[in-house]
């Protein structure tokens, strides 16, 4: 069902309507699907961050399919995509570019580095330094990097997505709360389900439905998909709601470190995507609800008193913190528009 009052005005200006959005995110939906069995959520989350101008973080143990969500949604777009592979090694000019001197013009030449495409899949980026990490700051906030004092911008629309193993500790390197506030989302793949792990074994036997994948939508096609969902309607009774909540993380006494001001900002763009990928054009309380736990676990660093909440699993006891502050909050009820 998508919302009819919506799609009337963008037929009168000769936008995209809500039908041309729903059918295309299902496209993408679909196409991303076929490669990640069993994982709706996931694949939801990672086109939301897509479309809300946000960058993911997949954080979870080796082989559930991590680096394949992020490929899949990379072919699903008919745009530039680079992949970087961190290592001890890398240094910050191989993410951002140098500047080379040319012997024929007698001058220094930008040469672009790898974050400069529209997606970028930052594989086990905490395998890499402080140093090469912070690379990615800049362009994942401004949208530009500067190099020797000149400024270049990377191209729209622009999605970093990044993957991580939280076991394995040897060797790596904790990404910094700087950087993991630049993450709109972080999410979990998990283990597939019975059936979906023996349709896998069944279906990629001989072949890797990844090369079946291609390209549903352009790079042109998405900003015009951001547009529409950056229309979707906020009440300010929701918008009072969400900070609200942002609010309750810095004063509460099981966390030491709430959510910022940037995460507050966040899960109101990832509701509208949200919104509008359920075919209306207007944020409920139950969007917000449904994005608080991604949006907000990552940043949040609960207090020794706590009982040891990371140890024990940082996402399920920031849910459940989470979910004590929201019963405390009065619900806003959304109209309709």
Partial sequence: ?????????????????????????????????????????????????????????????????????????????????????????????????????NPVEREFEFKQGAIFANIVIADEINRSSPKTQSALLEAMEERQVTVDGHTHYVPEPFLVVATQNPLE???????????????????????????????????????????????????DQVTELISWARAVHVAPSIE????????????????????????????????KVWAALDGRGFVIPDDITALLAPVFAHRLIPTRSAGGARARGAADAITTILERIASNVRVPIAPRQ
């Avoid at 349709?199 to 072949?207: A, H």
């Avoid at 969400?242 to 990832?270: E, I, K, Y």
């Fill in 240 to 271: 009072d709601y969400a900070v609200a909540l942002a609010h309750a993380t810095r004063t509460h006494s099981d966390l030491r470190l709430g959510a910022s001001p940037r995460a507050t900002l966040q899960l109101v763009r990832a509701a």
């Fill in 169 to 219: 500790m040897e060797g790596t390197y904790a990404l910094p709360e700087a950087q993991r506030d630049r993450f709109m989302m972080r999410i979990s793949m998990g283990y597939p389900d019975e059936r979906s792990e023996a349709l896998m074994l069944r279906q990629r036997d001989t072949l890797n439905p990844l090369d079946q994948l291609s390209a549903v939508v352009s790079a």
């Fill in 1 to 101: 069902m998508v919302d009819t009052a919506m799609t009337e005005q963008a037929r009168a200006r000769g936008a995209l309507t809500a039908e041309d959005f729903a059918r295309t995110t299902d496209a993408i939906l679909g196409g991303v699907g076929s490669v990640i069995d069993g994982k709706p959520e996931a694949v939801r989350s990672a086109l939301v961050c897509l479309l809300a101008e946000g960058h993911l973080l997949i954080e979870d143990v080796p082989g559930v399919g991590k680096t394949m969500l992020a490929r899949a949604l990379a072919a699903s777009v008919d745009a530039t995509v680079r992949r970087i592979q961190f290592t001890p090694d890398l240094l910050p000019g191989d993410v951002t570019g140098v500047s080379v001197f």
